[in-house]
């Protein structure tokens, strides 16, 4: 909501929704960063991981290595039309760092895909 602070900041006049104004304090000084919502587009952050994916009757084994930091990875098993499906997940919403190896095991009936989806999908949405 325009309060006065955005008009200071800017030098004009604004509308509800067309900035984005963040304040803080640094020690005695008031600090004011306003952002134009129009002209602003946040950056994509793709994490790299790779996947290594082995089938055994109604278990999927999983080898996930980081190449880059990866937060909050979640794990689904899904059915020939992408809907989601039962699954017991041996480890499930963890964050994968560069360079570490992560195991994880998924049992569930039939033939399953696997999606892995890390949280900052979630926020481009």
């Given at each position: 909501?325009?309060?006065?602070?955005?008009?200071?900041?800017?030098?004009?006049?604004?509308?509800?929704?067309?900035?984005?104004?963040?304040?803080?304090?640094?020690?005695?000084?008031?600090?004011?960063?306003?952002?134009?919502?129009?002209?602003?587009?946040?950056?994509?952050?793709?994490?790299?991981?790779?996947?290594?994916?082995?089938?055994?009757?109604?278990?999927?084994?999983?080898?996930?290595?980081?190449?880059?930091?990866?937060?909050?990875?979640?794990i689904e098993a899904l059915?020939?039309?992408?809907?989601?499906?039962?699954?017991?997940?041996?480890?499930?919403?963890?964050?994968?760092?560069?360079?570490t190896v992560?195991?994880?095991?998924?049992?569930?009936?039939?033939?399953?895909?696997?999606?892995?989806?890390?949280?900052?999908?979630?926020?481009?949405?």
């Open positions: 909501e325009p309060d006065g602070r955005f008009e200071r900041a800017l030098g004009f006049e604004v509308a509800k929704g067309d900035y984005l104004c963040c304040t803080g304090r640094l020690g005695e000084e008031e600090i004011c960063e306003v952002y134009d919502l129009k002209k602003y587009r946040a950056p994509v952050y793709n994490p790299l991981f790779k996947v290594i994916e082995t089938k055994k009757e109604k278990t999927i084994g999983l080898e996930l290595r980081g190449e880059q930091f990866a937060p909050c990875l979640r059915d020939a039309e992408g809907r989601t499906v039962q699954a017991e997940i041996s480890d499930n919403f963890f964050d994968l760092a560069p360079g992560r195991h994880v095991t998924v049992r569930c009936g039939g033939d399953a895909e696997i999606r892995i989806t890390p949280f900052t999908e979630v926020w481009e949405r």
